[in-house]
């Protein structure tokens, strides 16, 4: 079970290479690689790669001629598609780690909105998943996708894996919540928003907050809150800042069973209901005493009365990716580049 596991990994590596091929050739038979170079490029052994051959063989996508080689079948681009791909850019999105297989509310946003506006330029646009966490492997993976250009969206991306991307020829642009210096990065202007949630609350008088998600990619707004507190005279108590991974919302029923002061509560990351079902249990009121600030995509249509709210814009967020990655496909030589956008904060 396992061997046929890594076949099929194995294998969807070298179909998607061989389909690419097609869509480059423009209708010209073009020859592959040999067996020997195509198990060098996709790190595996030359019986998958045959074995992988004799399937996209069966299947009509290679013709095998031989004591000359295989070639790609030109006419199975035509047949399905005619020529309204020929010429399309190739353009890669990768979400995380490459190995993401539960897309939520985030990630399906991004994802709609880059897809909506990669194939409207239009170009083709391919998903990517990586199968391992080596440096090496995974910019082997990439450049066999044979891309004009790569979008990458992730908190954790690592600068040195998208340099020697681009040092081999391929545009990157990567997607996150905060600045990624060396690189091509577009990302939500999170410091910003810290600061005009810190000014909001001190307008309102509001000097004890809780802070639901005091991690890594949630707590991007963490610094400038704090700053803009203690720059006004009123430093917050940062064990009220909770990032325990899985219990923050119960550490937060438990400070207001205790009756600790809490007069804001600032939620990047959980549904707006159970944080609202919490303060009604208790019968606490939440709209005089206390103010809500909730990440917009995670509101569903809940109103908060005297809350608020900042909702990511995805649209802007994906215009500035793309815009920025055909730039760079036509010049290649442009010096990196941060492009921050906005995030609004809106009184609900």
Known sequence: ???????????????????????????????LPTAQELAKQFGCSRPTVSKAMKTLTDDGYVIGKPGIG???NPAIEECQKGSLLEGMPIIGIIFGDGMVVHYELFFGEVLAQILEQVIHR?????????????????????LAEDLDGLIWEGPQLDPGTISELRRHGLPVVTMRSEPLPGCDNVYFDM??????????????GRRQVVFLADRKPWNTARDTLLKTFAEAGVPLNEKLFLNSCNSRLEKL?????LGVPVDAVINPLFMVEKVVEIFDSLGIDRNEKCTLVNNAIYREKISIPGGLYYEPPFREYAAAAVDRLF????NKD?????IPIPVPLVES
């Open 1 to 31: 079970m396992a061997e046929k596991k890594t076949f099929s990994a194995e294998y969807m590596k070298i179909r998607r290479y061989v389909l690419n091929r097609i869509h480059r050739a423009c209708g010209k038979p073009i020859q």
């Open 191 to 204: 410091p910003a928003l810290g600061t005009e949630i810190a000014r909001k609350l001190l307008a309102r």
């Open 334 to 338: 442009l010096p990196p580049e941060q």
């Open 70 to 72: 295989s070639f790609i």
């Open 327 to 330: 730039t760079l496909m036509n």
């Open 122 to 142: 239009p170009a083709v646009l391919h998903i990517i998943n990586l199968t391992s966490s080596s440096r090496e492997r995974i910019i082997r993976e990439i």
């Open 253 to 257: 029923r438990e400070i207001l069973e």
